[in-house]
């Protein structure tokens, strides 16, 4: 098993310790050249992960991390583990990037020892098209808090950009397709553009969220403890001055 201890202050990582007992990955570095590039290496000189392996890191918040090793890069100290899917998916995983910078625990489960089959083919493609779209979402997700635009319009974007994903922001106002503007408090009689197919849509997007419902404001009669007396109806008077009455 290998241990690697890294002690911890208020303010910053001040030195780390490692012990190591009969790691499999130090007594083969030197016989197993081919099998030296599948290895990823750890915090201290000459330790190192073996793809696939399962290991155990204890953050220094008490957080619990466990799961296979996928891949590790020396400079940056991140460890990257694939897990249990949090959806409880059986055809899907987690993969967790973390900073040993911050792990004051790491403990080896499980050592692979022998070769990691070769790694699936990626679509990078397909990957980097992924990351910008996610980019652009959260930068535009930023735009919105920054330009002070309220909870409701925000959550309304959301749900407009879920079907449509030409809608960007312009000021405090939501431009989808070019052609609609809808405007601050974001209710369907705010939504204006050329009278079509387009405006209709988002006119019934807004409608389904609920910005296009009025308003039914109820009145309650004040109690006559505050001196006011409650209006009542002649049925209600009467019955409750009792018959006779």
Not at 36 to 49: D, H, I, N, S, T
Not at 127 to 145: F, G, H, P, V, W
Not at 147 to 154: D, R, W, Y
């Amino acid at each position: 098993m290998t241990e690697i201890e890294i002690l911890v202050c208020s303010r910053c990582v001040v030195r780390a310790r490692a012990s190591l007992t009969g790691c499999a990955s130090q007594r083969n570095s030197s016989k197993r050249s081919g099998f030296l590039a599948e290895k990823m290496a750890a915090p201290g000189p000459g330790e190192y992960f073996s793809v696939g392996s399962h290991v155990s890191c204890l953050t220094c918040l008490g957080q619990q991390l466990q799961g296979e090793v996928v891949a590790f890069d020396y400079q940056s100290k991140m460890l990257t583990l694939k897990c249990a899917s949090s959806s409880g998916k059986p055809n899907l995983n987690d993969v967790i990037l973390i900073n040993l910078a911050y792990v004051s625990k790491v403990d080896i489960i499980h050592d692979r020892t022998e070769t990691p089959p070769p790694l699936a083919s990626l679509n990078v493609s397909k990957l980097a098209n992924r990351a910008r779209t996610e980019k652009e979402d959260k930068l535009s997700q930023a735009y919105a808090i920054s330009a002070g635009v309220s909870v409701e319009g925000q959550q309304l974007f959301q749900t407009i950009h879920k079907t449509i994903k030409d809608c960007k922001w312009q000021e405090k106002n939501i431009i989808v397709m070019d052609d609609v503007v809808i405007s601050p408090p974001y209710q369907v009689e705010n939504c204006r553009g050329k009278e079509g197919s387009a405006l209709s849509h988002v006119r019934k997007i807004v409608m389904r969220t609920g910005r296009g419902k009025a308003t039914r404001v109820v009145l309650f009669p004040l109690p006559d403890k505050v001196g006011i007396p409650c209006p009542q109806s002649e049925t209600t008077r009467r019955s409750a001055e009792g018959p006779g009455s």
